[in-house]
């Protein structure tokens, strides 16, 4: 091959590559913008303080849904985060050997994993024997999802503090349990937190789960014990819908899902460089 | 005083969770085994090979549905793996240096994007145009193929796919560009020295050495886009049936869960969906399993 | 007095035999030095006085290591007890990141919930950083973080946090190692001074330097202690062939 035909691939693979990107940029861009259009129009007031109304009545809003949303993720973080987080620090901070092989394998492992079949798990264990669908089964198929992220996140982070950072702990007598607590976790809290916000802004966007596990709810509910409204399934339920309204309402929903998605992501992503700052 | 029991406390409420995550898989696979017996012993090898799904008649075949999340995934796969190839090349060899973190960092939104946004964008926005443009273009083309027969109805196996390709490229793209961005450096020069051009040094060295967690990366997406459920739901057209064109609409394993899960009342019929369940999880444990398995395995050795 | 007193000292890393059957002991209120090539295992032993060598992965030790009368390795013994009365400097700076200056001095307390009034954290924390040496250069900036200071500061800033809970022992873990020539001769100074109040134990790398500032030089080689004495002597006149080889640089 003549090097003037090597010269000549070689702009055309490059070439190539860079158009990759701009496909996949482009598809961010026309998804979200999409989102955007159709959904602004339809923002008003009365969606974030209103119930919703029966289909063919104009009006109305998906407050419960939002608020059934936070309910959700509140509940899931309070379980997901302390448990992820204890299973990162079995991981870096005692040498349990295979049980620490296990337990970084299937954090590997769900990290990925279809969170559908976790909300059909969930089902079996918490909506069968409660007889009902409920706010804390939809919270416990979240923090599920969220267990494995939150765990390697926090592997990720307690692993970048140094050891001598531990040792000058010990040194000064500190048991290690509060070394941990106080010294290792604090030192590697930024990147906990990032952790903890995509996370977050993972399982706010779960709609699968939460089908078969909190199901719906068109009223206020504040019980853990009771089925409650979401934003995705809302948004699912009105989007496959055949009413206009309810579509224009779904496109409303999913530009504030997408906002508070993003801005975590992005704030999230902000702190993270933050990394090390003292 | 006594040896401190706060630490003791605390490295036993550790091993507790780690415990936890471990108990937690197996009673996931347990109770899915248990609710699926009823329909392994009713139906056997068959629930596999059947076609029907009828609850009218109380009989229920996966056949349909583990087709059309094969197709739909390897579809997926064939259109995002170059693609992402492509991406993670460009950020990891191309990209200034200045600007990499920012171009990842769009890549990831991509896949930050929740699965119901894809979902809504499939069934309004690329359903319509592959009714009207994509699928007639590409009949026009490749008719001939009986992969493009018939009229082109918007939703089906290729709306279906391309939808997941587009989720899977941030997976498959990230992975790939941390794994070429630990080729080493010399590696490169070396090939430089040797009067490569710069496409050839990508080709030749860097993709040869990464080779392997490449293709975990890619066996890695395949497995997402098996389990993925709600935006491939929307667009599959849930239509009980096989057919090799892809403009047909069928189901896939999470959208027959999605759809029927919550009208399930016989126990037969629960039972035959937990079967599927049953099937997406051993698949997609195994594929994520052997894929995670390689790549930590690799970590490990460097 | 005898502060310090190891008897039978074997320790391992996984397979390896890195401390064998050392017998020695070390005086109140004396500075001594260990001294050794790289390998030799003087750091491990240095870690072995605050049970800080059983932390790491695969580490085992065998044998006794007595403060005053308590042998320190007796199985009801809390190492966390041990190591309050025992404090430590190690290679690099090694500041609390996400604490002020002056929480890193009373991290001691801080750490261990223990309450102190206002005036006695000040008094604590001006007493530290004088001992020290470092008062009058930080005095104005305690409430910065540490990485506003340089290399030898915060060095002189972990000696003030470790005798901030007045340990009756002061481990020093080649505590200049990564310092320049200036901030090494401030810190020989501040160990020269704190002879007074606390017996040291230091280990370095820098022959040099366990000249200057130790009544006692060990020498160890392979795991094993080779010569101990008066510093004077050990420099001037050893004992042992290994001894004067390595003094005089023919290998190490």
Same mark, same amino acid.
């Given at each position: 091959?003549?090097?003037?035909?090597?010269?000549?691939?070689?702009?055309?693979?490059?070439?190539?590559?860079?158009?990759?990107?701009?496909?996949?940029?482009?598809?961010?861009?026309?998804?979200?913008?999409?989102?955007?259009?159709?959904?602004?129009?339809?923002?008003?007031?009365?969606?974030?303080?209103? /119930?919703?109304?029966?289909?063919?009545?104009?009006?109305?809003?998906?407050?419960?849904?939002?608020?059934?949303?936070?309910?959700?993720?509140?509940?899931?973080?309070?379980?997901?985060?302390?448990?992820?987080?204890?299973?990162?620090?079995?991981?870096?901070?005692?040498?349990?050997?295979?049980?620490?092989?296990?337990?970084?394998?299937?954090?590997?492992?769900?990290?990925?994993?279809?969170?559908?079949?976790?909300?059909?798990?969930?089902?079996?264990?918490?909506?069968?024997?409660?007889?009902?669908?409920?706010?804390?089964?939809?919270?416990?198929?979240?923090?599920?999802?969220?267990?494995?992220?939150?765990?390697?996140?926090?592997?990720?982070?307690?692993?970048?503090?140094?050891?001598?950072?531990?040792?000058?702990?010990?040194?000064?007598?500190?048991?290690?349990?509060?070394?941990?607590?106080?010294?290792?976790?604090?030192?590697?809290?930024?990147?906990?937190?990032?952790?903890?916000?995509?996370?977050?802004?993972?399982?706010?966007?779960?709609?699968?789960?939460?089908?078969?596990?909190?199901?719906?709810?068109?009223?206020?509910?504040?019980?853990?014990?009771?089925?409650?409204?979401?934003?995705?399934?809302?948004?699912?339920?009105?989007?496959?819908?055949?009413?206009?309204?309810?579509?224009?309402?779904?496109?409303?929903?999913?530009?504030?899902?997408?906002?508070?998605? /993003?801005?975590?992501?992005?704030?999230?992503?902000?702190?993270?460089?933050?990394?090390?700052?003292? | 005083?006594?040896?401190?029991?706060?630490?003791?406390?605390?490295?036993?409420?550790?091993?507790?969770? $780690?415990?936890?995550?471990?108990?937690?898989?197996?009673?996931?696979?347990?109770?899915?085994?248990?609710?699926?017996?009823?329909?392994?012993?009713?139906?056997?090898?068959?629930?596999?090979?059947?076609?029907?799904?009828?609850?009218? =008649?109380?009989?229920?075949? !996966?056949?349909?549905?583990?087709?059309?999340?094969?197709?739909?995934?390897?579809?997926?796969?064939?259109?995002?793996?170059?693609?992402?190839?492509?991406?993670?090349?460009?950020?990891?060899?191309?990209?200034?240096?200045?600007?990499?973190?920012?171009?990842?960092?769009?890549?990831?939104?991509?896949?930050?994007?929740?699965?119901?946004?894809?979902?809504?964008?499939?069934?309004?926005?690329?359903?319509?145009?592959?009714?009207?443009?994509?699928?007639?273009?590409?009949?026009?083309?490749?008719?001939?193929?009986?992969?493009?027969?018939?009229?082109?109805?918007?939703?089906?196996?290729?709306?279906?796919?391309?939808?997941?390709?587009?989720?899977?490229?941030?997976?498959?793209?990230?992975? $790939?560009?941390?794994?070429?961005?630990?080729?080493?450096?010399?590696?490169?020069?070396?090939?430089?020295?040797?009067?490569?051009?710069?496409?050839?040094?990508?080709?030749?060295?860097?993709?040869?050495?990464?080779? $392997?967690?490449?293709?975990?990366?890619?066996?890695?997406?395949?497995?997402?886009?098996?389990?993925? !459920?709600?935006?491939?739901?929307?667009?599959?057209?849930?239509?009980?049936?096989?057919?090799?064109?892809?403009?047909?609409?069928?189901?896939?394993?999470?959208?027959?869960?999605?759809?029927?899960? !919550?009208?399930?009342?016989?126990?037969?019929?629960?039972? =035959?969906?937990?079967?599927? =369940?049953?099937?997406?999880?051993?698949?997609?444990?195994?594929?994520?399993?052997? =894929?995670?398995?390689?790549?930590?395995?690799?970590?490990?050795?460097? | 007095?005898?502060?310090?007193?190891?008897?039978?000292?074997?320790?391992?890393? #996984?397979?390896?035999?890195?401390?064998?059957? %050392?017998?020695?002991?070390?005086?109140?209120?004396?500075?001594?030095?260990?001294? #050794?090539?790289?390998?030799?295992?003087?750091?491990?032993?240095?870690?072995?006085?605050?049970?800080?060598?059983?932390?790491?992965?695969?580490?085992?030790?065998?044998?006794?290591?007595?403060?005053?009368?308590?042998?320190?390795?007796?199985?009801?013994?809390?190492?966390?007890?041990?190591?309050?009365?025992?404090?430590?400097?190690? &290679?690099?700076?090694?500041?609390?990141?996400?604490?002020?200056?002056?929480?890193?001095?009373?991290?001691?307390?801080?750490?261990?919930?223990?309450?102190?009034?206002?005036?006695?954290?000040?008094?604590?924390?001006?007493?530290?950083?004088?001992?020290?040496?470092?008062?009058?250069?930080?005095?104005?900036?305690?409430?910065?973080?540490?990485?506003?200071?340089?290399?030898?500061?915060?060095?002189?800033?972990?000696?003030?946090?470790?005798?901030?809970? &007045?340990?009756?022992?002061?481990?020093?873990?080649?505590?200049?190692?990564?310092?320049?020539?200036?901030?090494?001769?401030?810190?020989?100074?501040?160990?020269?001074?704190?002879?007074?109040?606390?017996?040291?134990?230091?280990?370095?790398?820098?022959?040099?330097?366990?000249?200057?500032?130790?009544?006692?030089?060990?020498?160890?080689?392979?795991?094993?202690?080779?010569? %101990?004495?008066?510093?004077?002597?050990?420099?001037?006149?050893?004992?042992?062939?290994?001894?004067?080889?390595?003094?005089?640089?023919?290998? #190490?």
């Amino acid at each position: 091959m003549s090097y003037r035909t090597r010269k000549i691939i070689n702009r055309i693979m490059l070439t190539i590559s860079v158009i990759t990107f701009l496909i996949g940029s482009f598809f961010l861009f026309w998804i979200l913008g999409d989102v955007f259009l159709k959904g602004i129009r339809y923002i008003n007031f009365s969606l974030f303080v209103e /119930l919703p109304k029966p289909p063919g009545v104009l009006g109305g809003g998906v407050a419960n849904a939002i608020v059934g949303t936070l309910i959700l993720t509140i509940v899931a973080s309070l379980i997901g985060v302390p448990i992820g987080m204890m299973i990162a620090i079995a991981i870096t901070e005692y040498h349990l050997g295979k049980l620490a092989w296990w337990s970084k394998f299937l954090t590997e492992v769900l990290t990925s994993f279809p969170t559908l079949i976790i909300g059909v798990f969930v089902y079996t264990i918490i909506v069968i024997p409660m007889k009902t669908f409920s706010a804390l089964a939809g919270s416990i198929a979240l923090s599920i999802i969220m267990l494995p992220v939150i765990a390697k996140s926090t592997e990720e982070s307690l692993k970048m503090v140094p050891i001598s950072v531990r040792e000058a702990a010990y040194a000064l007598g500190v048991p290690k349990w509060k070394t941990i607590l106080r010294v290792v976790i604090p030192s590697a809290s930024s990147g906990i937190v990032t952790g903890i916000m995509i996370a977050v802004a993972r399982v706010m966007g779960e709609t699968a789960p939460l089908l078969f596990t909190s199901f719906n709810n068109v009223y206020w509910s504040f019980s853990l014990t009771k089925p409650i409204g979401s934003l995705t399934v809302t948004i699912f339920n009105y989007a496959t819908s055949p009413y206009d309204d309810w579509r224009n309402k779904a496109f409303a929903s999913a530009l504030v899902l997408a906002a508070i998605i /993003l801005i975590l992501n992005i704030i999230a992503r902000i702190y993270a460089s933050k990394k090390g700052k003292h | 005083m006594s040896k401190n029991i706060g630490d003791k406390i605390f490295k036993g409420l550790a091993i507790f969770a $780690s415990l936890l995550l471990i108990l937690l898989v197996i009673s996931l696979f347990l109770s899915l085994v248990i609710y699926s017996i009823p329909s392994i012993k009713k139906f056997g090898f068959k629930f596999l090979i059947d076609k029907i799904w009828d609850p009218v =008649a109380d009989k229920y075949g !996966a056949l349909p549905a583990i087709y059309g999340t094969l197709v739909t995934s390897f579809l997926a796969l064939l259109i995002a793996f170059p693609i992402s190839i492509g991406i993670a090349i460009f950020i990891s060899e191309l990209a200034p240096i200045f600007l990499k973190r920012l171009f990842s960092f769009i890549i990831e939104l991509l896949g930050a994007i929740p699965s119901l946004i894809y979902g809504m964008w499939g069934l309004f926005v690329l359903a319509p145009l592959v009714q009207l443009k994509i699928g007639p273009f590409i009949q026009k083309i490749l008719g001939f193929l009986p992969f493009f027969q018939g009229y082109p109805m918007g939703v089906g196996y290729l709306t279906a796919g391309i939808i997941l390709s587009i989720m899977i490229i941030p997976t498959i793209s990230s992975l $790939s560009r941390e794994i070429l961005m630990a080729v080493p450096i010399d590696q490169r020069e070396a090939g430089y020295a040797l009067g490569m051009t710069k496409w050839e040094v990508i080709s030749k060295v860097v993709l040869g050495n990464a080779r $392997s967690g490449i293709f975990a990366a890619g066996i890695l997406g395949l497995g997402r886009a098996l389990g993925e !459920a709600v935006a491939v739901t929307m667009v599959i057209g849930n239509f009980h049936d096989i057919s090799i064109s892809l403009f047909s609409p069928g189901v896939t394993i999470t959208s027959v869960i999605i759809n029927q899960f !919550a009208e399930a009342t016989g126990e037969l019929k629960l039972s =035959a969906l937990m079967e599927l =369940a049953l099937i997406l999880f051993l698949t997609t444990f195994l594929i994520m399993g052997f =894929a995670r398995y390689y790549i930590l395995k690799r970590i490990v050795k460097e | 007095m005898d502060k310090i007193r190891v008897e039978n000292l074997n320790a391992w890393f #996984g397979f390896m035999h890195v401390l064998k059957n %050392i017998n020695l002991s070390f005086k109140e209120k004396y500075i001594s030095a260990i001294i #050794g090539p790289s390998g030799c295992g003087k750091t491990t032993l240095l870690r072995c006085f605050n049970r800080l060598h059983e932390l790491s992965p695969g580490a085992r030790v065998e044998g006794k290591i007595f403060l005053d009368d308590l042998n320190i390795y007796e199985k009801d013994v809390d190492p966390v007890i041990v190591r309050r009365r025992i404090g430590m400097v190690f &290679q690099r700076p090694n500041l609390f990141s996400n604490m002020t200056i002056y929480d890193n001095v009373i991290a001691g307390y801080i750490l261990n919930n223990k309450r102190l009034s206002k005036a006695e954290k000040d008094e604590i924390v001006e007493g530290s950083l004088r001992l020290a040496g470092i008062w009058e250069e930080v005095k104005n900036r305690l409430r910065e973080y540490p990485s506003s200071l340089s290399g030898g500061q915060q060095q002189r800033v972990c000696i003030a946090r470790a005798l901030a809970v &007045q340990p009756e022992v002061l481990l020093m873990d080649e505590p200049t190692s990564a310092l320049d020539p200036i901030s090494t001769y401030r810190i020989e100074e501040t160990i020269r001074e704190l002879k007074k109040e606390v017996t040291i134990i230091i280990v370095t790398h820098n022959m040099q330097q366990a000249a200057r500032v130790s009544d006692e030089t060990v020498f160890m080689y392979l795991g094993e202690v080779i010569e %101990i004495g008066p510093t004077a002597e050990i420099f001037t006149n050893p004992k042992k062939k290994l001894t004067e080889e390595y003094i005089t640089g023919k290998f #190490g």
